[in-house]
């Protein structure tokens, strides 16, 4: 088992904010390289063609960094780069989707019923997760929701209100109807709206974050430094202030101060 | 006066369409460049230094297809890079801001009233609309009111229904109470929303639309062909399928086959 250091992580934006802070607080030992692609962002709406391109130069920025290990803190470029991610640096590379499936499924072996996918329109489309799941368990019956509006919302940082309930329930009202009892934020800004979500949904059903698997991902199959030492640097392709203002608030206390980088590539 | 016969335009996407849907119709004797870069897209959310980077790199591209004219179908990109485009193109250049501004204060002049202005959040920051209306007549009241769920809204394809009426209403209930008397719809996305605006504001409102005030402004400042053979060339930097078939629905009937453009710039 090979020690597990430096971690690369990145996403289109602030959306991998959420796996970070979770890591952080799971793995301290370990120090984190953050890549936001703010100037790029919003991924999901894109091609999956753009997506890979895209992807390909978070990565190929990160691995300067001597890092031990990449997480893909982007669900849209799991769905549709891992492979091509994979192929352009020497560490380990682990997405959102494996450990979210994992997740879930332990769920519903135990508890039976629909499984619910809520993801951006790339993401939804590409169908990572829906073959994900089948390549397990054909018998599970799956419903998947693209959720376009709930990345512009976060990043707009209006999370809770008429807004987002009207929106929530847009999306979510023909999973609620079909009786979903499983539900994966396939999108790491999802968590952001984790509230009015488990408002519209209710207490009975399971709601699997990303973040929580990836990190218990790390733990079983990496050697972890056991002393609190870790650091965290943060790189962004646009103006830092904004990120910097917002990061700072999401992870609840740590100064963030980003540093701008030029150009990822072409 | 120089003759007009060929017109570039760009956009971050897909707004820039109802900018150009007018051009077509008031000037059919012209032929059209139009460029969405919908591999970045949206550009109002970004900060000034990446919109004139992304700006300067889409003139460019058009420059070099003979174009007589530039239009710069953005708000974002006419209220922050305005100067640097025209320094990397040899023709006129015509963005949104002069024109709506010049069609906002004949009204103002007759009618008296608060002048609101609505747009991105990068194009408030800018003051551009600010500075213009004030330029010309200090003593006019202004209201400025960022909007930032719109672009995502109409990218979407929500138009109308019950979640624009409360996006509508979170935005404009400040403008509506201060009793603004007519209102700059400061982006080219927002025509697409004029219908839930127009209900929430009332119709003794002005409103005023970029597109509209350009095409006059071309007439009025240039010699236009007076057959009706122009035609119209479309290329995006992300996949062309999704943009033809949005584009193709919003020129009604005129079939749309962008053509992808592998790169702007770095």
Known sequence: VAEVKKIGVFDSGLGGL???????????????????????????????STVVRYSVECATFLARHDIDLLVVA??????????????????????????????CLSHQEREGGLVGILGTRATIQSAAYQRAIHSANPAIALSAQPCPLF????????????IVEKIVEFYLRPLREEGVSSLILGCTHYPLLL????????NHI??????????????????????????????????????NSLASTFLQGALVEAIKVDSLGS
Request: net charge negative.
């Open 151 to 162: 990345v512009p919302l976060v990043e707009e940082g209006i999370t809770s209100g008429p």
């Open 74 to 103: 982007c669900n849209t470029a799991s769905s549709v780069a891992l492979e091509e991610i994979a192929r352009v640096v020497s560490c380990p590379v682990i997405g959102t989707i494996a450990p979210a499936v994992r997740e």
């Open 206 to 243: 399971a709601i699997v974050e990303c973040a929580d698997a990836i990190a218990r991902e790390i733990q079983s199959s990496h050697d972890i430094p056991l002393d609190r030492g870790g650091t965290s640097r943060f790189f962004v392709t646009d103006e830092v202030s904004r990120f």
């Open 18 to 48: 959420t796996v970070l802070k979770t890591l952080q607080r799971e793995l301290p030992g370990c120090s984190f390289v953050y890549l936001g692609d703010t100037a790029r962002t919003p991924y999901g709406s894109k091609s999956g």
């Open 195 to 202: 509230g009015p979500i488990r408002d519209f949904m209710g």
